[in-house]
């Protein structure tokens, strides 16, 4: 989603913005600006459409320098890119706000500024703050107090960002709904939307919480909360490798997060397996005495978290034997919801911000589900602080808006979760025993499959003047088919579909033709000979198959028809393994294509708008 920098100190603040909002851009984004107060008392504003280094760019035949200054990547929500949409929007020459979020009210707040003889230059919700902020300096109120007095008349969510003209020793910023940082420095501090973007410049930071108000000078940081008291933050250390954003010898971030697969799986089972079980600690303290009691799950999730959560139900209701619900977010936070009795509410998110699913834990708590659980990729983020449990998947930043190692560092969290449930549920210490082994040499069996790379690009090139594609799997195979649509469509634009094998016959089948590729994921497990029946009929009208299939499972190529063969593993294991080829696939798909991998088009990382 839309990203934040901001700085207030002693030295020049154009370069830790930009640098800041290069760090930022894996987000997604159409457009990029900064506003900077001068010496000369000037609020200075620059804004391009397109990519950071077009800002880059600008700033070199029309420099701007200052000791304080915001920042944006602006992804639409309303307006189409345009530099007249672009952040930071201004009020007069008085006034500069950056805003990630929906103004849900917005065209009521837009009208009534007019009416007072306020001129809107953009198409956007956000720029309605930087009036009501004018507004309100103009009836005599400092800027923190007027931003305070904004915030009241806003309704939807949003992290703000403010300077002006007339206070150019601070920078005011408040968050609900969406998250806001603030970096602690040495004579200088900062805000921005994602820890990352401070990165070379401090460790130190300070999570907002909602409805918090935060007021920042170069050697203070004052903060109040939803009730106007003034209030204490603890800071917090964050420590991120050295290269978490970088590309390394890789062409993309997307191909070097596939490749990081082992090493991440690696991560997230370290100091949580024993040599022939789970170890419970790692859900946390209070961890035991929940599980104890759950005689339910429901799991909520959006995307490519979704479909993890998706094939969680499976392992769930089969090894454990309890009812497990999957819920897309955007559609439970809208609909009524029966609660039944002890059940455990999981949300999945990369990032813990995602905006359905935050919303969907907070009307969770309200419904009285009994506990909930976060399994999620930032320590830091809303949903662990809000959720009873937190387990994380260790997959370090994720760059590509694509995900790739967080989904399958999120399946094998979910695993953990299923043993551990089913371990109160009549799940045999011997399967535990056997799955937990199939874990340790997970990893093994994922560089396994990365050393298929070269044949799978070669398979790539009968994809590049194809315009659809049917993902097909069984069982856990299902969402693993759609999640291989999803990727290839994110990043290649090939209009692609996941299906459960068993429903070609009930309307799909009438797409095939010898123009259609189809994708099989074939596993070695008890619904293997269902699915090459399947598949027959796929053959029988003219489509051409490409099945990634267990080396054991008796798969032959034959004409119309190539065959993949993958390193075996446990057949209840297997989705977090089958899933890596179709990454790969999709991927040298994209890269075929000439299309932007990292950044798709219209796509953001970190959802964090409805």
């Known amino acids: 989603m839309c990203g934040i920098v901001g700085a207030v100190g002693d030295r020049n603040v154009p370069p830790i913005l930009l640098e800041g909002l290069k760090r ?3 987000r997604g984004y159409d457009s990029a600006g900064l506003a900077v107060i001068e010496k000369n008392g000037n609020l200075s504003r620059r804004r391009k459409v397109g990519k950071v280094q077009e800002l880059v760019n600008e700033l070199k035949r029309s420099p701007v320098r200052g000791q304080i200054g915001i920042a944006h990547t602006r992804w639409a929500t309303h307006g189409v890119p345009a530099e007249n949409n672009a952040h930071p929007h201004a009020s007069g020459d008085r006034v500069c706000i950056v805003h990630n979020g929906i103004i849900e009210n917005y065209e009521s707040l837009r009208d009534e500024l007019k009416a007072q003889g306020y001129k809107f230059e953009s198409e956007t919700d956000s720029e309605v703050v930087a009036h009501l902020v004018d507004r309100y300096l103009q009836k005599g109120l400092d800027l923190l107090d007027a931003v305070r007095a904004t915030t009241k008349e806003l309704e939807g969510a949003y992290a703000i960002g403010v300077v002006a003209r007339d206070t150019p020793d ?5 968050r609900a709904g969406s998250p806001l940082v603030v970096g602690k420095g040495i004579g200088e501090n900062y805000i921005a939307s994602d820890v990352l973007a401070l990165k070379p410049v401090t460790d130190r930071f300070i999570f907002l919480e909602e409805g918090d108000l935060v007021e920042i000078r170069k050697d203070s940081i004052s903060i109040w909360n939803l009730d106007n008291e003034s209030v204490v933050r603890s800071d917090v250390h964050v420590e991120m490798a050295h290269d978490d954003v970088d590309k390394g010898n890789y062409r993309h971030h997307m191909q070097k997060e596939i490749f990081e697969q082992p090493r991440v799986i690696h991560d997230t089972l370290e100091g949580r397996l024993g040599r022939t079980q789970v170890l419970e600690g790692a859900f946390g303290v209070a961890a035991k005495s929940i599980f104890d009691q759950v005689q339910g799950v429901t799991l909520v999730a959006c995307g490519t978290s979704f479909y993890a959560a998706s094939v969680a139900r499976y392992w769930i209701e089969e090894l454990v034997g309890i009812p497990c619900q999957v819920e897309i977010a955007s559609e439970f936070r809208y609909r009524k919801v029966s609660v039944p009795k002890d059940t455990l509410f999981v949300t999945l998110s990369q990032s813990g911000e995602t905006a359905d699913t935050l919303a969907a834990l907070r009307i969770a708590k309200k419904l009285g589900f009994y506990a909930t659980l976060t399994i999620c990729n930032v320590p830091t983020s809303s949903m662990v602080r809000e959720s009873d449990l937190a387990l994380m998947i260790q997959a370090g930043t994720e760059v590509g808006v694509a995900s790739t190692k967080a989904f399958t560092a999120q399946l094998t969290d979910l695993m953990l979760l299923t043993l551990l449930l089913g371990r109160r549920h009549g799940l045999s210490a011997k399967l535990e025993k056997e799955l937990v082994q199939g874990l340790h040499e997970l990893g093994g069996v994922i560089e396994a499959v990365l ?11 009968r994809f590049m003047d194809k315009h659809h594609a049917l993902f097909l799997g069984r069982g856990t195979m299902f969402p693993v088919a759609m999640e291989g649509a999803l990727k290839l469509k994110e990043i290649s634009y090939i209009h692609a579909e996941g299906y459960p094998a068993g429903e070609l016959k009930h309307g799909p089948l009438a797409l095939v033709d010898d123009d259609m590729p189809v994708i099989a994921v074939a596993p070695n497990n008890d619904l293997l000979e269902k699915l090459q029946s399947n598949l027959q009929e796929v053959r029988a009208r003219g489509g051409e198959l490409f099945v990634f299939a ?5 798969f032959r190529e034959e004409p119309g028809v190539t065959v993949i063969p993958l ?6 294991l297997a989705p977090i393994v089958y899933v890596v080829p179709l990454q790969l696939l999709s991927y040298h798909v994209a890269v075929l294509k000439g299309t932007d991998v990292d950044q798709p088009r219209n796509l953001a990382k970190s959802v964090t708008v409805e």
């Open 24 to 26: 930022l851009e894996y």
């Open 170 to 174: 601070r920078i005011i910023a408040a």
């Open 451 to 461: 050393s298929l790379d070269d044949p799978i690009h070669d398979l790539a090139e």
């Open 550 to 554: 267990d080396q054991n499972s008796g």
């Open 567 to 572: 390193p075996h593993v446990h057949p209840i």
